[in-house]
C-alpha cells in the first residue's frame, strides 16, 4: 500500500539520496554528485530545522520509493505577485524506477503545490528535467525567460 508522510530529520540521508540518484539519472556524472551530496545533507538539515524545506515521502510496506522537497524562498513582491513575499522553489522530484508512470511525481507535486496554496504562496518556480518537463506543463508550470550564470567550482 502506498502511503504519502511528510519529510522528517531522520529523512535527511534518504533525500539526499534520492536526489543523487534523480541527478544520475539526467545524466550528470558521479564525482561532483559525490561533493554535492556531503554538501547538501548538513544544509538540508538546517533548511527543515528552520522550517525553510518541507519534504513528502511516498512509501510501499514502509519503503520510500518517490520524494519532493519544497523550498520557502524570500522573495519581494514582484508583477506575478504583488503582495506575497515568498515563493516556492520545488525540487528533488524523484520517484524509484520500478515505481515509475504510476502518477506518483504527480501526486507529489500536487501536494506541494497544494501546500503552496494553504501558505498564500501564488508563485512556484522549478528547474525541469527533459524527463519531468511534460508533467509540470500539464500542471500549468510555464517556462520564462529566467537566465544562469555559473562560476567554475
Known amino acids: 500500500m502506498l502511503l504519502t508522510r511528510p519529510a522528517v530529520l531522520q529523512d535527511v540521508p534518504l533525500i539526499a539520496s534520492h536526489r543523487q540518484a534523480m541527478f544520475l539519472a539526467m545524466g550528470i556524472p558521479e564525482p561532483p554528485l559525490l561533493q554535492m551530496r556531503r554538501n547538501f545533507e548538513p544544509w538540508l538539515k538546517r533548511m527543515m ?18 520524494s519532493t522537497g519544497l523550498l520557502l524562498l524570500d522573495w519581494p513582491p514582484h508583477p506575478f505577485d504583488p503582495v506575497g513575499e515568498l515563493r ?22 500536487e501536494t506541494a503545490m497544494q501546500e503552496c496554496r494553504r501558505r498564500g504562496i501564488r508563485t512556484i518556480s522549478l528547474h525541469a528535467s527533459d524527463a519531468g ?15 544562469l550564470f555559473r562560476e567554475a567550482p
Open 49 to 66: 530545522e528552520r522550517e525553510r524545506y518541507l519534504g513528502w515521502i511516498i512509501t510501499d510496506e514502509n519503503a520510500p520509493v518517490a
Open 88 to 109: 516556492g522553489y520545488l525540487l528533488n522530484v524523484f520517484v524509484e524506477a520500478a515505481y515509475r508512470r504510476r502518477g506518483l511525481a504527480r501526486q507529489l507535486v
Open 133 to 147: 518537463r511534460p508533467l509540470y506543463t500539464q500542471l500549468g508550470f510555464e517556462s520564462n525567460n529566467e537566465m
